[in-house]
T-cell receptor, first 115, second 113 residues
Framework: AQSVTQLGSHVSVSEGALVLLRCNYS??????LFWYVQYPNQGLQLLLK??????LVKGINGFEAEFKKSETSFHLTKPSAHMSDAAEYFC?????????????FGTGTQLKVEL | DTEVTQTPKHLVMGMTNKKSLKCEQH?????MYWYKQKAKKPPELMFV???????INESVPSRFSPECPNSSLLNLHLHALQPEDSALYLC????????????FGPGTRLTVL
């Protein structure tokens, strides 16, 4: 079965520091991977996705992620954190079932940005 | 229009009430989804509609009844809910291809008294 694991339920960084949020996947077939962000009391917004092709994926708000097949990882990074980046981040994998395509989420990482 | 809208934003209901949540999109997406999200948890898939037909039901209790009247609208009818059903209910839509992302609405915050 395909799944994702997010290491670290809480990550705290200083403003201006590197952001690194970890996601590892488990899949017997090439995965379709996504990172979503959720601000308090809001829906989820897509940051970026990996389907095929280039393994370094650039997203919105300065975020990027690199698909590493050898490490089964899809970690999210941002060179310089901003206060507005404080939110919940979810890694997800899209899987195909007999009934349709499903999105399975990791448990989430709460990012805190401190002055 | 790249937006998924949901109404109402907040809903408080008693355990004997009947209410409905509404979701709308005008992006031409043919797949629509209902998720339930408890605090500090990831969204849990409830239902998937594909071309207006229910294609996935994740063993959701019958007190939740989905409906897809047309390709732009998705409803979730609620009846005889329990306090543990209090949560944020998210609607999403997407194209049918597996590589396509889902677009999420802002959610309805439901409280069952």
């Amino acid at each position: 079965a395909q799944s994702v694991t997010q290491l670290g339920s809480h990550v705290s960084v200083s403003e201006g520091a590197l952001v690194l949020l970890r996601c590892n996947y488990s899949s017997s077939v090439p995965p379709y991977l996504f990172w979503y962000v959720q601000y308090p009391n809001q829906g989820l917004q897509l940051l970026l996705k990996y389907t095929t092709g280039a393994t370094l994926v650039k997203g919105i708000n300065g975020f990027e992620a690199e698909f590493k097949k050898s490490e089964t990882s899809f970690h999210l990074t941002k060179p310089s954190a901003h206060m507005s980046d404080a939110a919940e981040y979810f890694c997800a994998v899209r899987i195909s079932t007999g009934g349709g395509n499903k999105l399975t989420f990791g448990t989430g990482t709460q990012l805190k940005v401190e002055l | 229009d790249t937006e998924v809208t949901q109404t109402p934003k907040h809903l408080v209901m008693g355990m004997t009430n009947k209410k409905s949540l509404k979701c709308e999109q005008h992006m031409g997406h043919r797949a629509m989804y209902w998720y339930k999200q408890k605090a500090k948890k990831p969204p849990e898939l409830m239902f998937v509609y594909s071309y207006e037909k229910l294609s996935i039901n994740e063993s959701v209790p019958s007190r939740f009844s989905p409906e897809c009247p047309n390709s732009s609208l998705l409803n979730l009818h609620l009846h005889a809910l329990q306090p543990e059903d209090s949560a944020l209910y998210l609607c999403a839509s997407s194209q049918e291809r597996i590589a396509d992302e889902q677009f999420f609405g802002p959610g309805t915050r439901l409280t069952v008294l």
